[in-house]
């Protein structure tokens, strides 16, 4: 949004302040400004000429060398292409060192060997319109050696750009009115109050007796508030003055005719968007503010056809819709040259509603750009009679016509906010100490009643302040903050103890988890988007598509829903990384995100990692650093091909990516809580990944409710040498390694540590071998070799037993 200054000082005196520091302090108290920018200098600077001679260029046939007169004698010469130079013909001069528009500077320069002093200039190069491709032409009134600003009657400005999400909160600073009571309160000046009880009994004084020509009928379920109106005949329709299309374009709008230029004026001014009739195209005596029953086709003022639904909000009269509510009038209703007799409206709406719809129709106006910022409707009025004011000031012949009509909410249902605080409350937080009397006078300059009583202050706010700003006690503190300066307030350090925070029981696992996944098994942590797309889930062709917990208003279908696993994005993280390394392994802490009928959704925390190797198969090593986790944190957990009773939800066995042979449920605490699993081929083809993967994913939500128990054992390091066996046997394809592994678990053999499996591999379609290792200790001597022996010949007994002979 653009704030002039020249408009601010109608209403408040300003200190001597350069305007980058005037810049600066409204960031620091009021709003983020942008860019600080000059408006108009340039043309204190250029002159009216009048072109004495003019001969061709010697080296250009398209250009003339032009003799020109500033007045008293003064004549100097430039280099001109324009095709409408002639002599006589009065024009803007800009001499050397001007600053045009777009931050071009002139410069001494010669144009095809002929040194060309100055320039002379078209309205576009000069900022005051579009223009022809030809010289700007000047009345022979124009007095010669006269600066066109002085000319032309305009004062240089200087502009504030703020940017308009710092104004979100604020409805109040959408016009110059309102920034300048803030602009007042920050440099402790008196704000000007134009629109007091005079002012309004000024206006009112001129309402007729006569019947108003349009009544207005509102459906209080449409997206209206408030609803004012009024007629005023012959208007005649005119280019505005001077003064007022130099603040709009100054504003950043194009002026365009006085009724309309006024309509955009106050708007600018007080922040209440308006619009104006032409009440001779209105069909019927009564203008209606309902919701459309219907689909329809609608033509805006700017031409395009909208396509508009039954919840739209829309003013009708007794035929056909006018405006849409809130966001822009109709090409049906609009003032034009021939306009005589006009509508006056100025009405409030729901903002949400407005932003939807200006949402949806993809139509940001400046009107609905302030409707869905939440104005207050007791403002309506006053911005009625303020249009009605500087219409009677520009058509001195216009009437209005019977009194204002209104429809909407009741006004006086709006009641005010009391709120109370306390000087030592109010110093207590900002960390600075202010007299009562100086806390009272910020909030009175900011229009804030306030009643100070037995060390209380009763703070009274204007309804403006509370549709979307204003509602608790730090809000108050806030405001007195801002105004004094928060880079006025000493820095200290906290007067409080500053204690060492425990981690709670969710985080001491993740942390642990964190630890061992990084440090021990060498992994790297991911972090992949709880938001996922059906598009993913049915790659992964994972059985639960989450449709319940989809978003209403994705902003896009590739993160509309939450996941039903951490897999799929898992799949596709890793999808990435083997385009890059021929090995390596992810984990990935997460939620998981289910649909229940009682709580809406469970959430489930888990862990997800996976080994990649495009050329040997991970299976073993992802088994083997499951059981060092779970050993790690202390967990009773039993990794085996076992089904049971009840299928395992972490990782359901209708998956299609569940590999046929290379897969273990986890149980802990006797309850399936995860799985280790290869992804079968046809799955790794369905993300284009070559080479193996095996996942290990793990739920933590039923063991991370308490506190992990330490179970750590510390023995002495052992004195004697350990041994290692190694056999590889013979087994079915279809059958586990793991049940090998189950043979040897009833083996009495004292020395005998641990087993595991090492490494699988196919021998034909229907065997392969399996090589498990052994290793045997004792604490107090080398196990002898008569003990190691019979231990083997143990082992390879009861692995034939079980149906597993030695590989030959």
Excluded at 233 to 239: F, Q, R, T, Y
Excluded at 382 to 400: D, H
Excluded at 425 to 448: A, M, P, Q, R, Y
Excluded at 663 to 674: A, E, Q, S, T, Y
Aim: glycine residues 6%.
């Amino acid at each position: 949004m653009l704030i002039s200054i020249n408009w601010i000082k109608d209403f408040v005196e300003l200190p001597e302040i350069q305007p980058d520091d005037l810049g600066n302090d409204i960031t620091m108290a009021i709003a983020e400004v942008e860019d600080v920018l000059q408006s108009g200098a340039h043309l204190q600077k250029i002159q009216v000429a009048q072109i004495k001679s003019l001969r061709k260029h010697p080296e250009a046939d398209k250009l003339n060398l032009v003799t020109f007169d500033l007045g008293n004698g003064q004549t100097s010469e430039v280099v001109c292409g324009a095709p409408n130079v002639r002599e006589g013909l009065k024009i803007p001069y800009a001499p050397i060192g001007t600053t045009l528009p777009g931050g071009f500077t002139l410069e001494p320069k010669k144009i095809r060997g002929v040194l060309s002093n100055g320039m002379l200039c078209s309205e576009k190069e000069l900022g005051l319109g579009e223009g022809s491709s030809g010289l700007m032409e000047l009345p022979d009134s124009a007095v010669l050696g006269q600066s066109l600003a002085e000319y032309l009657g305009q004062e240089a400005d200087t502009i504030i750009d703020i940017d308009n999400k710092s104004l979100t909160h604020r409805p109040d600073l959408w016009g110059h009115y309102g920034f300048s009571r803030e602009i007042a309160a920050l440099y402790a000046k008196k704000l000007r109050l134009p629109f007091e009880k005079k002012w309004f009994d000024s206006i009112e004084s001129k309402f007729t007796n006569d019947k108003a020509p349009l009544s207005v009928q509102v459906d209080t379920s449409s997206a209206v508030e408030a609803f004012w109106g009024l007629s005023i005949d012959n208007i005649l329709v005119e280019p505005s003055p001077k003064w007022m299309q130099q603040r709009l374009n100054s504003c950043g709008m194009r002026p365009i005719n006085n009724i309309v230029d006024i309509s955009n004026y106050v708007m600018l001014e007080l922040g209440i968007p308006n619009h104006i009739y032409d009440r001779n195209l209105i069909e019927g005596t009564e203008l209606k503010v309902h919701r459309l029953n219907k689909e329809d086709k609608f033509t805006t003022l700017d031409e395009v056809e909208r396509h508009l639904i039954s919840t739209d909000t829309v003013i009708c009269d007794s035929q056909k819709p006018l405006i849409i509510a809130g966001i822009m009038g109709g090409a049906n209703s609009g003032v034009n040259e021939r306009t005589k007799n006009i509508f006056l409206e100025c009405a409030n709406w729901k903002a949400t509603e407005i932003r939807q719809t200006s949402t949806r129709l993809g139509l940001r106006t400046d009107s609905s750009q302030r409707y869905e910022k939440s104005l207050d409707s007791l403002l309506c009025y006053r911005t009625l009679l303020r249009m009605a004011e500087l219409i009677l000031k520009l058509c001195p012949g216009a009437k209005i016509v019977g009194k204002p009509v209104y429809d909407g909410i009741d006004l006086s249902s709006i009641k005010q906010l009391t709120l109370i605080t306390s000087a030592l409350s109010i110093t207590s937080v900002l960390g600075k100490e202010l007299s009562e009397e100086k806390i009272i006078s910020i909030f009175e300059s900011l229009d804030f009643g306030v009643e100070s009583s037995s060390g209380k202050l009763k703070v009274t706010i204007p309804s403006y302040r509370t549709t979307k700003d204003i509602d608790c006690e730090a809000d108050l503190i806030e405001e007195i903050g801002r105004i004094i300066g928060y880079d006025n307030i000493e820095e200290s350090a906290p007067k409080t103890l500053v204690l060492p925070v425990r981690l709670g029981h969710v985080k001491s696992l993740q942390r642990r988890v964190q630890d061992f996944m990084s440090l021990q098994a060498g992994s790297l942590e991911i972090l992949t988007y709880p938001m996922i797309g059906e598009k993913l889930l049915n790659k992964a062709e994972w059985p639960v598509l989450n449709d319940e917990l989809t978003l209403i208003n994705a902003l896009s279908i590739e993160n509309d829903r939450m996941r039903p696993s951490l897999v799929p994005t898992f799949l596709e993280a890793v999808s990435l990384n083997q385009k890059n390394f021929d090995s390596f392994s992810l984990f990935e802490i997460g939620r998981s995100y289910l649909p229940d009928s009682k709580d809406f959704r469970k959430e489930r925390n888990q862990l997800i990692f996976g080994y990649y190797s495009k050329k040997s198969n991970p299976f073993i090593n992802a088994v083997n650093t499951t059981e060092k986790l779970l050993n790690f944190l202390s967990l009773p957990f039993d990794l085996s091909t076992d089904e049971g009773k009840h299928e395992n939800p972490v990782l359901p066995r209708k998956w299609s990516g569940i590999h046929p042979y290379e897969f273990l449920n986890i149980k802990i605490m006797g309850r399936f809580m995860g799985a280790v699993s290869s992804v079968h081929p046809l799955m790794l083809r369905n993300f284009k990944i070559k080479g193996n993967l095996s996942l290990v994913i793990i739920d933590f939500v039923d063991v991370e409710s308490k506190p992990l128990k330490e179970k750590t054992k510390y023995t002495p390091l052992q004195k004697f040498p350990s041994a290692t066996f190694d056999c590889t046997v013979v087994m079915d394809k279809a059958l586990y390694a793991s049940v090998a592994l189950k043979a040897l678990s009833k083996i009495k053999i004292k020395e005998l540590v641990s087993t595991k499996i090492v490494d699988t591999f196919e021998l034909d379609e229907a065997r392969k071998s399996v090589t498990l290792r052994s290793v045997f200790s004792d604490p107090n001597q080398t196990v002898p070799g008569e003990v190691l022996k019979a231990a083997e010949n143990s082992i390879v007994q009861t692995l034939a037993a079980a149906g597993f002979p030695l590989k030959q």
